[in-house]
């Protein structure tokens, strides 16, 4: 086994009385490698190749008074299975420019513009079109990752990608295509929907204007459309400009809306952006969502997601607003009326389903279950 820890020699673990730099959300300082992983019980031979995480872990000591829990370095962790056996586990920062310059090596290619926003990428990781690429949002780009999980470049898609990606593209198994709900706050108060080809490239672009400048943390599709998630939580000029915190906050003003985008390949292709109007709140991570019919026989759309009451409004260092539920929206497409119902009020995040179904219909979901506040949290 062996281990790097940061240039300076430094714990970057210094939690003061941030709930996000202690217990479970204690940062990890070090860089590890271990081979021929010791098995308690057997590893069934079928599960072969890499199970990869990816999460902020700031590089250097962060501020407790002002760190935000989305803000840390991104850290890809990793094992390898293979006929039974735990090959490796291994864990490495992302490398952006400034984290290889605290590590002391040299950057990594970068073929964007000198101001164009990087940063490490810390927020999901994904196997696509033959690359490992670690993700994040907010208008950086992705990192493209070895099969060891060292930093290869930061990517542009091979010059596809016209600007910002996403934390949360969908993968449409049909289809074998990405669909991606991008922002970034220096383009003022849109988003913008790509379709990623099959050979790793973006082939659609579509700007959608909006009436503020929303934090989009992820997107839902169907067979017909993609979802936007125009919610309260905007971009905040004055904490950006201050340079001491997270730049996205709770507006009680914002009128919280879904949007139904039509797909390019779907067979309402051209059709206009349908809006509905919901209930405040939040949704960091739908659990699906399906096209359907009602009882007369009209288009209805079913999203399944978590819903968090409020966000970054009282607690500006991470999501730690009130109790998130699973709830379901069903949008009906001929009255644009919305019907909301809870289908499970304990505390819970992180959904999914299986992954041939995402955008179809699906019996069952899955969850974390939170014993209470996501910065408490005992995953049950």
Same mark, same amino acid.
């Given at each position: 086994m062996a281990s790097v820890g940061n240039a300076a020699g430094m714990s970057t673990t210094s939690a003061g009385t941030n709930p996000f730099l202690e217990g479970n959300m204690a940062p990890v300082d070090v860089e590890t490698t271990a081979v021929d992983l010791q098995i308690t019980g057997t590893l069934p031979a079928e599960l072969c190749g890499r199970y990869l995480r990816n999460g902020p872990n700031p590089v250097t000591p962060p501020d407790p008074a002002t760190y935000h829990?989305?803000?840390? %370095?991104?850290?890809?962790?990793?094992?390898?299975?293979?006929?039974?056996?735990? &090959?490796?586990?291994?864990?490495?920062?992302?490398?952006? %420019? &400034?984290?290889? &310059?605290?590590l002391g090596e040299t950057p990594p290619p970068n073929p964007w513009p000198a101001d164009h926003m990087s940063f490490s990428a810390n927020t999901n990781v994904i196997g696509f079109a033959g690359r490992t690429l670690a993700l994040v949002e907010g208008g950086a780009p992705p990192i493209e990752l070895d099969d060891e999980l060292s930093t290869v470049t930061v990517s542009n898609l091979d010059g596809s990608l016209p600007y910002s990606f996403s934390a949360h593209p969908k993968l449409d198994a049909a289809t074998g295509e990405l669909h991606v709900m991008a922002y970034y706050w220096g383009w003022g108060n849109r988003v913008q929907y790509l379709v990623v080809g099959t050979d790793g490239r973006v082939r659609t672009t579509r700007d959608i204007d909006l009436p503020g400048s929303p934090m989009i943390h992820d997107t839902a599709i169907t067979e017909r459309y993609a979802v936007v998630f125009d919610l309260p939580v905007l971009f905040d000029m004055e904490a950006a400009m201050s340079g001491t915190g997270f730049p996205y906050r709770w507006f009680n003003e914002h009128e919280p809306r879904i949007g139904l985008v039509p797909r390019d390949d779907g067979p309402c292709a051209g059709d206009d952006i349908a809006w509905f109007t919901i209930d405040p709140c939040y949704i960091f991570h739908p659990l699906n969502a399906y096209d359907d019919v009602d009882a007369n026989g009209a288009p209805i759309v079913v999203l399944d997601a978590v819903r968090h009451p409020k966000m970054f409004s009282s607690e500006r260092r991470g999501p730690n607003e009130g109790r998130p539920r699973l709830d379901r929206w069903t949008l009906n497409l001929a009255t644009g009326h919305v019907d909301n119902t809870t289908l499970d009020d304990h505390p819970q995040e992180f959904p999914r389903i299986r992954e041939d179904l995402v955008g179809r219909r699906h019996r069952y979901g899955y969850t974390a279950g939170l014993a209470s506040g996501v910065s408490q949290d005992t995953l049950c």
């Open positions: 829990w989305f803000m840390g %370095t991104g850290m890809v962790h990793g094992i390898a299975l293979r006929d039974g056996r735990a &090959e490796w586990y291994r864990n490495r920062w992302v490398r952006s %420019t &400034e984290v290889a &310059e605290v």
